[in-house]
């Protein structure tokens, strides 16, 4: 029987009746929208990932701070396992102009297999820098060189340092999710800008820019790893931890301060470490290496909903479970919008990094083997593993 059209509607049921049709609209409008497109891409990432390295599959939590360090303002996103096991510690730099909460893809991925997750990112490098007079004129050029010169880099040294100091302070004081951390199983990865901080971080600072950070990392993971114009091989063969680069011919510089990846290239090519290894990947982008919003939302979509991890309010405090943690974005970044990009490309930086972290910091047999033996094969038109 057709409900609706067999209800005898006297004038005070009209409003009820036009209600009941709205929602019936709605509700078959609803069953009607297209997949998630962040799913389908999920789906198909996976399908990569299922002939590959399987690395630990955890449930995991997040929350995202604002942390005042004397006269600095530093935002903190953390990432780990639902667990109450020691972790290993991978410390993540964001690029230029992201927040601590970039890198979402790889981040999460990371945590899930098992690797609690601190992202650190200052709020002078941050999404802020986009409100600068700088950026606003669209001069991102000469905002690049303020923000990779030496004395920057010797600030965000510091700055790594007193957040350290902070979560070893935390952690003292009864913070369960810090003090699981094992201070003796530490990465450093980072991205663009934060690939710089992480290779002066395991002794590769240019200028006589010393560490001063109080860890010795036993992998180092650079993400469209940074070189400045000039810079001498012998500098990044003084760094003193097994090192994986990720680069590609498509990864170009929005910032216009890197002139090519062959400039980035030189970085993993003079690395000396016995275990270092270099991904080529074919096709993937600066975008695609940041791990940031890597599916564009439908402009349908927008508002709809956020995931967990997106709830991040500055000077507060937010906490989510579940497995994504998205970024801030900007109007006025030089990154702009792409294209989807290749699922097997982004599995292949999932993948890789984990298969390398759990080589060189959990003496994962499987995982060297894989690496060694079987990656290559796997990758197949992707890209390279030297």
Avoid at 49 to 77: C, F, H, K, M
Avoid at 221 to 242: K, M, N, Q, W
Wanted: hydrophobic share 40%.
């Amino acid at each position: 029987m057709n409900f609706v059209g067999h209800m005898i509607l006297q004038p005070r049921h009209w409003l009820a009746a036009s209600v009941l049709i709205g929602t019936l609209g709605l509700i078959a409008g609803c069953a009607s929208d297209p997949a998630d497109p962040h799913i389908k891409f999920a789906e198909l990432v996976n399908q990569d990932l299922a002939t590959a390295y399987q690395p630990a599959r955890n449930d995991i939590s997040n929350w995202n701070e604002t942390w005042q360090l004397g006269r600095q303002s530093v935002d903190v996103a953390w990432l780990a396992p639902d667990t109450h096991e020691r972790l290993p510690l991978i410390i993540y730099l964001p690029g230029l102009g992201e927040s601590a909460t970039a890198g979402e893809e790889w981040r999460n991925a990371w945590a899930q297999a098992g690797y609690a997750v601190l992202s650190i990112q200052g709020q002078y490098y941050g999404p802020a820098l986009y409100s600068t007079s700088q950026a606003q004129a669209g001069v991102f050029r000469e905002l690049a060189a303020d923000r990779y010169s030496g004395p920057a880099l010797r600030d965000r040294l510091a700055t790594l340092q007193k957040v350290l100091t902070e979560v070893r302070a935390r952690a003292a004081k009864g913070d369960a999710q810090l003090a699981s951390i094992d201070w003796n199983q530490v990465v450093v990865a980072g991205f663009d800008l934060g690939a710089q901080t992480a290779a002066a971080v395991a002794g590769a600072g240019e200028a006589g820019v010393a560490s001063g950070v109080d860890i010795q990392p036993k992998a180092l993971l650079l993400l469209s790893p940074y070189v400045d114009v000039g810079a001498r091989p012998e500098v990044f063969a003084r760094i003193t931890s097994p090192v994986l680069t990720i680069t590609s011919p498509d990864d170009e510089d929005p910032f216009n301060w890197v002139s090519s990846y062959q400039q980035r290239e030189l970085l993993g090519e003079s690395v000396t470490v016995a275990g270092s290894y270099r991904l080529k990947l074919a096709r993937s982008t600066y975008k695609t290496l940041s791990g940031s919003d890597l599916v564009p939302i439908p402009p349908d979509r927008k508002g709809i909903s956020k995931p967990p991890g997106d709830e991040h309010t500055p000077g507060g405090k937010s906490h989510a479970k579940g497995k994504s943690a998205r970024s801030a974005s900007s109007s006025h970044s030089p990154v702009g919008a792409e294209p989807v990009p290749d699922p097997k490309q982004v599995a292949a930086i999932q993948v890789i990094s984990q298969a390398f972290f759990d080589s060189r910091v959990r003496h994962n047999p499987v995982a060297s083997e894989w690496l060694q033996k079987a990656a290559p094969g796997w990758l197949g038109r992707a890209g390279q593993l030297q």
